[in-house]
């Protein structure tokens, strides 16, 4: 895998931690939405990382995954280590 996208971002949000808070499209333009807003906190965003790891191997720190306010920066962290594990 070179890149991993928005909508698998996504996808595995709403796979692992469920749909997203009422009236928010997780299809739109949420590049640099806060998760917070999207209603996801950070216990979601370590189940992402988590199964992240054990599919692709890209292993992220939780402290760095939980600075991650948004999808654009959780993407960018998640792509470097992709690029990392090559």
């Given at each position: 895998m070179s890149?991993?996208?928005?909508h698998q971002l996504t996808d595995k949000l709403r796979e692992c931690a469920g749909e997203a808070e009422e009236g928010v499209d997780l299809d739109g333009d949420v590049l640099d939405t806060p998760f917070i807003e999207l209603g996801y906190d950070s216990l979601a965003l370590l189940q992402v990382t988590g199964v992240l790891k054990?599919?692709?191997?890209?292993?992220?720190?939780?402290?760095?995954v939980l600075e991650a306010e948004t999808p654009r920066i959780l993407l960018e962290m998640i792509n470097k280590g992709l690029a990392v594990g090559v």
């Open positions: 890149t991993f996208t928005l054990r599919e692709l191997g890209v292993d992220l720190a939780d402290d760095a």
